[in-house]
């Protein structure tokens, strides 16, 4: 787990570097919005059709969403106690909820995952995201943020409209693919595989490219200390206690709960600028929760493989 967390953290050191250097002038941003959005709309659901095309789907499937959709619910109540308990401001708490409740499954989640347990973890991984993460923050997280903040749009989108997105009609069509017993051709299968490899160093290197030391502040301590504890901490435990009740064996339950230990998912930015939360106090949140699990993410394997 060491030498993989030292790989991606160098990968994630060269998007921050970027950041810095701005090579042939181009700014993180710019640079993390064209990567994002090749890895979003080609090769994430390249990955997720050979790998769910291809996965054991069944009651396991259903396992990997009761336990993310419980432990995020967990989290959510836990920070929301802290608000309530400490009368933050909403646009803060609202921008709390979201950084405690979601972590970054994909982006951080599949490179780790693949490289400490092998390629297998993608299932885990892309299960866990598209059946319980990614539809509880298009639904439950966007609610939060309205709720807490305002909508910068003039006509709001309905929730659902948020799943109009290429890694779930690949889900959709994998799965139905699989059900089906479809065999996918050499040719299609080595495409896939052939786009899907570009997925983890890419998604490492927009993550270095989204870290901002300039986001630290002094005022947004308090803030961030709860959500440290609860997302790296207490959600971690949680997810380890429920997975327990479930018949979920061996290497794919330590990997299943380590997912779930990752720091904040960096999408929760995108979220918070538009419902106008607290945005630097969650880009802190990510920064500081990722730097974080270069310690905890060690930790919570060795726990899990003991």
């Known amino acids: 787990m060491n030498l993989t967390l030292?790989?991606?953290?160098?990968?994630?050191?060269?998007?921050?570097?970027?950041r810095f250097a701005r090579p042939a002038g181009l700014p993180a941003e710019q640079t993390r919005l064209v990567l994002t959005t090749v890895v979003y709309y080609l090769l994430l659901p390249a990955m997720v059709l050979e790998v769910l095309w291809s996965a054991d789907l069944g009651l396991h499937s259903f396992q990997y969403a009761l336990l993310g959709m419980s432990s995020i619910a967990f989290a959510m109540f836990c920070i929301?106690?802290?608000?309530?308990?400490?009368?933050?401001?909403?646009?803060?708490?609202?921008a709390m909820i979201l950084a405690a409740a979601f972590p970054n499954v994909t982006y951080l989640g599949l490179p780790v995952l693949e490289q400490a347990f092998g390629g297998?973890?993608?299932?885990?991984?892309?299960?866990?995201?598209?059946f319980a993460v990614s539809p509880l923050l298009f639904t439950v997280g966007i609610m939060v943020a309205r709720y807490y903040g305002e909508e910068v749009v003039e006509k709001p989108r309905p929730l659902w409209l948020f799943f109009n997105a290429p890694p779930f009609w690949a889900a959709v069509i994998a799965v139905i693919l699989n059900v089906n017993g479809f065999v996918a051709p050499v040719w299609l299968l080595g495409v896939l595989q052939k786009l899907s490899v570009a997925v983890v160093p890419l998604m490492l290197f927009s993550l270095g490219l989204a870290l901002s030391w300039k986001a630290l502040t002094v005022r947004n301590i308090p803030y961030v200390i709860p959500?440290?504890?609860?997302?790296?901490?207490?959600?971690?435990?949680?997810?380890?206690?429920?997975?327990?009740?479930?018949?979920?064996?061996?290497e794919y339950r330590a990997a299943a709960v380590l997912d779930l230990a990752m720091p904040c998912m960096v999408l929760g930015i995108v979220v918070c600028d538009r419902y106008r939360l607290d945005s630097s106090?969650?880009?802190?949140?990510?920064?500081?929760?990722?730097?974080?699990?270069?310690?905890?993410?060690?930790?919570?394997?060795?726990?899990?493989?003991?």
């Open 6 to 18: 030292i790989q991606m953290t160098l990968i994630m050191a060269c998007g921050a570097v970027w």
């Open 80 to 94: 929301w106690t802290v608000g309530a308990l400490f009368k933050f401001e909403d646009r803060r708490l609202g």
């Open 120 to 130: 297998w973890a993608r299932s885990v991984v892309i299960q866990l995201d598209l």
């Open 227 to 250: 959500v440290i504890v609860i997302k790296m901490v207490l959600m971690p435990l949680f997810a380890m206690a429920m997975i327990g009740f479930l018949p979920i064996n061996g």
């Open 281 to 306: 106090l969650y880009a802190m949140a990510v920064t500081v929760t990722t730097a974080i699990s270069l310690i905890t993410l060690p930790f919570w394997h060795s726990v899990l493989m003991n």
